[in-house]
């Protein structure tokens, strides 16, 4: 459902389609990679189609070839301002948030160093995607970029900014960039400097606009359910019609020279944890030495088996190591971080990381290192072709390097990579010249590192044909009826329960979603943590197998594995394939049964638990929600529902020992309380007989019983975290209510909250602290419907500078205040029925969320029946239905009041 005048937009535009969907395309194939067909339109538009019958959903992406690479001086920022300003409308889409929100669309943009996109993933309908063609051609060339949505939108991307600043990580990448770089724009961040963003002039920023938003320097991807004739005929009608521009766009040729001497950066801010890193230059990420360097960083970076972690996590001189890439049109940079505990020495730290990576080039590498790490990335690679969404904005990042089959041709290298190779691009670029770290140190002996170029990227991709398409799958039709009518639940004697859903899938994928219950209120009080952690440590060792074996096991058997615990829960997810799914079962069965809980791993777990925690104690957005989860769960300390604060979390570790997570295991691991989705290609009898011999006969050995969650009455109040020198503030508001997800009123709260602040950038809070007052990057609401028990949690949000936590206040409580006396418009009762009723259709077309309803739908006793019936109870809801709900049970008195941030910089609410 959508508002009427877009309604009558939409059917206007198919009649005007359908008179010429049948006629010849001029387009022709230019090109076709493993199920990925280029074409291109008169006036440069390159398109790239992706048709995957298997799921219900299309995704449409639109790449344009301008990033932070491209902006000249007094421009920094420029082309991610100009991606915020896209989102403001057109003559033909005026309300571009309304239109997402409407269509239950799951959209965004982002902004990278060579390239900018769009999309939006939605149901495969044709209205829908004749709308988003429609939209894209639309903002192509005609959006407004007027000023006075430049001076709104200057202040949410300066407070975006101001975010930023607020994370040690961030800051200190982006100081190393820019002296790493003499010349490139790389050095520059891509949210520009503050003086750009606050005094950019609306000419200049047209001027870009006009430049780069061009067909022929753009490429237009659609991906998912669709016919491909018809689609290349409704991209010929929509895109075909833009003229291509007289204007020839510049080559960039600034290059670095070679570096003659390390470098350093030094960021003093207040925080609660130490970082130091090193950074190197290395080749372009479509460079023939690339995919070497990607192995070697992993070799570097990998937790467990990589050297810095062996080096510095195992030996206590850091609670976590990683490294990682940027892969770029031009030559980028290596990074090898290590963060460190504020009381530890950060000196020692530093000097281990620089040797671990520079004698790498020495000390060399092994064969079963470069196999291992090689093992790891093809399998996400593969894993990343079942999924043609995920493929459509993964190429948004090899156009901006040169060409789209560089995805392939580089997952092609990765297979060749020889000992050899990695060993070479150590010598080449782990050099003590090629270095920026924190200090300088002159030299008397410079080493200059020259990076080799790409001479042409169209030569290395000519005539590439990639290699024969995956299995395609089936059409599934992801309507309730449908999903309760292929589902199979099966019950073992010992209560495990199975939830299957069986269907061809691409690449014969299968997702498997699993929840063990344990324990009750009264054995499980003061074991919140031990319990958390004994889930948390099950993939760190067990069944005669190391951390890094069990992780080398289930990358050679294609399998994405997560294991986490709870309070009163452990959780474990899986994603493989059809042909390794058993084998991927027995040895996740044999880890929750058997783990070995070694002494290093756990240390290890403490000590880097400790350091997350350690730096959120200055963190506003981690201050406030945490409190926000407090207010919500207003239990006694010791219940398994009960929220600490950072400190007393802090104070838990330090007392956690390894004989409580054994004795833990021991008693509460069991499968009788064990609920298990699966969806995708699979033999069910098989699947079944592999459950009951792996778990049919594991009970936990302690009494169950579901730790309920009720409403409780909270007194409302005002409560505030002074964090210094903190360049952003979070404003949050709680509101629990006396009602879960089964009670009549739950669809209308549901509705109301999605008006108030869910949708995408169009909701009240949204366009009133957004669009409006230019105050708040981010601003919304959301509400969660306890499925068992009856208790709701409202909570309203809002990252802001500190100096406008009161205006943001005075916003939020003005807002709530008119939801209250004058309720909803018909109009928006539409729309927003229409924007959830789509999102959850898009979240039953995916597997990976479907399963995790069908897997919750066991403990709750449901089929997908009661879904429809609560849709359909919400379709039936009218402007007066709703305001009389959310007069019933939302009183702004009621809301508590959460801000945290530097408060030398906040303003006083005074009383009016």
């Keep these: 459902m959508m508002p009427k005048l877009f309604q009558s937009y939409i059917a206007l535009l198919i009649a005007c389609i359908s008179v010429s969907v049948n006629a010849d395309t001029q387009m022709q ?333 020495t000390n060399g590498v092994t064969q079963e290192e470069v196999d291992r790490i090689k093992r790891m990335l093809l399998k996400n690679i593969d894993l990343s072709f079942n999924s043609s969404e ?135 009080h003061g074991k919140a943590l031990v319990a958390q952690t004994t889930g948390d440590l099950i993939l760190r060792g067990g069944a005669g197998l190391s951390r890094q074996a069990i992780q080398d096991e289930f990358d050679k058997l294609k399998a994405s594995v997560r294991v986490s615990g709870g309070a009163d829960y452990a959780y474990a997810g899986i994603t493989t394939t059809k042909a390794n799914l058993n084998s991927t079962l027995t040895l996740l069965a044999t880890l929750l049964q058997s783990p070995s809980f070694d002494e290093k791993e756990f240390e290890q777990y403490k000590n880097t638990l400790k350091v997350d925690i350690e730096q959120n104690l200055q963190d506003p957005q981690r201050l406030a929600f945490n409190e926000y989860s407090r207010v919500q769960n207003p239990y006694k300390k010791g219940h398994p529902n009960y929220v600490p604060t950072f400190t007393e979390a802090l104070a838990e570790i330090e007392a956690l020992t390894l004989a409580d997570i054994k004795a833990f295991h021991a008693e509460y691991f069991g499968a009788n309380n064990l609920h298990v989705g699966v969806v995708g290609d699979f033999e069910q009898a098989q699947l079944t007989q592999t459950f009951e011999q792996l778990l049919g006969q594991w009970d936990s050995r302690v009494e169950y019983g579901r730790v309920t969650d009720a409403f409780s009455e909270v007194n409302a109040s005002t409560i505030e975290f002074d964090t210094p020198d903190k360049e952003n503030a979070t404003f949050v508001a709680a509101l629990m209510i006396p009602i879960g997800a089964s009670h009549p009123d739950a669809p209308a709260l549901e509705l109301a909250n999605y008006i108030i602040g869910g949708g995408f950038l169009n909701s009240r809070l949204a366009t009133r602290l957004r669009q409006e007052d230019g105050l708040s990057y981010g601003a919304g609401s959301f509400i969660t419907l306890n499925p068992l028990d009856d208790k709701a949690t409202l909570g309203a949000y809002a990252i802001t500078a500190p100096q406008n936590l009161t205006k943001v206040e005075t916003g939020f409580k003005e807002e709530i205040a008119r939801v209250i006396k004058d309720g909803f418009t018909a109009d928006e009762i539409t729309s927003a029925l229409s924007g959830i009723l789509q999102d959850n259709q898009v979240s039953r077309a995916k597997d990976n969320e479907l399963v995790g309803t069908l897997r919750r739908n066991i403990g709750r006793e449901r089929t997908m029946q009661w879904y429809k019936a609560y849709e359909a109870n919400m379709a039936a809801l009218t402007p007066e239905k709703v305001h009389a709900v959310v007069k019933r049970y939302i009183r702004l008195d009621d809301f508590t009041i959460i801000k945290a941030g530097d408060m030398t910089k906040a303003t006083v609410v005074k009383d009016e």
């Design 29 to 361: 194939p230019i090109t076709a990679v493993e199920g990925i067909t280029e074409y291109r339109l008169d006036n440069g538009l390159q398109v790239l189609l992706f048709p995957d019958q298997t799921k219900e959903t299309v995704t449409v992406n639109i790449t344009y070839r301008v990033g932070s690479k491209h902006e000249n001086y007094g421009e920094t920022g420029m082309a991610h301002l100009l991606e915020h300003l896209v989102f403001k409308g057109t003559p033909k889409h005026p309300d571009i948030p309304a239109e997402l929100s409407a269509r239950g669309a799951r959209p965004n943009g982002t902004t990278w160093t060579d390239r900018t996109n769009y999309y939006e993933t939605f149901a495969a309908t044709d209205e829908n995607i004749l709308w988003a063609l429609s939209l894209e051609s639309s903002r192509m060339v005609d959006s407004f970029i007027a000023k006075e949505d430049l001076d709104s939108e200057m202040t949410v991307v300066r407070n975006e900014f101001e975010s930023g600043e607020n994370s040690p990580f961030r800051v200190t990448l982006q100081k190393m960039a820019s002296v790493a770089y003499d010349w490139h724009n790389y050095g520059k961040s891509t949210i520009g400097a503050r003086s750009d963003l606050e005094n950019v002039p609306i000419d200049r920023l047209q001027a870009f606009y006009k430049k780069y938003y061009q067909p022929d320097n753009a490429t237009l991807i659609v991906a998912g359910k669709f016919d491909t004739p018809q689609m290349l005929q409704w991209v010929d009608e929509f895109f075909s019609a833009i003229p291509k521009p007289s204007r020839i766009l510049p080559t960039l040729y600034t290059m670095d020279p070679a570096k003659a001497g390390e470098r350093s950066v030094t960021v003093r801010r207040v925080g609660d944890a130490q970082l130091v890193a090193t950074a190197y230059h290395i080749p372009a990420g479509s460079h023939p030495d690339y995919a070497a360097v990607e192995v070697l960083t992993n070799i570097l970076g990998d937790t467990p088996s990589g050297r810095l972690h062996k080096t510095l996590v195992e030996k206590e001189l850091a609670s976590r190591v990683y490294g990682f890439n940027f892969q770029w049109q031009d030559p980028g940079l290596a990074f090898y971080f290590a963060e460190v505990d504020k009381k530890a020495d950060l000196d020692q730290a530093q000097q281990a990381l620089i040797e671990q990576v520079e004698m790498i080039a």
């Design 390 to 524: 995920r493929i459509a904005l993964e190429l948004s990042e090899w156009l901006g390097m040169g060409d789209w089959r560089l995805y392939f041709l580089h997952r092609d290298r990765i297979e060749k990579v020889t000992l050899e190779d990695v060993q070479r691009v150590a010598k080449a670029y782990l050099v003590r010249n090629n270095r920026t770290l924190g200090r300088f140190i002159p030299t008397e002996t410079p080493q200059r590192v020259a990076i080799p170029q790409v001479d042409s990227v169209a030569d290395m991709v000519k005539g590439y044909k990639g290699r024969a398409a995956i299995a395609q799958g089936e059409v599934f039709e992801p309507s309730f009826d449908n999903i309760d009518n292929r589902t199979a639940i099966v019950e073992f004697d010992n209560g495990l329960t199975l939830s299957l859903l069986n269907k061809k899938t691409r690449g014969e994928t299968v997702t498997v979603n699993m929840l063990m219950n344990f324990g009750n209120a009264q054995n499980l």
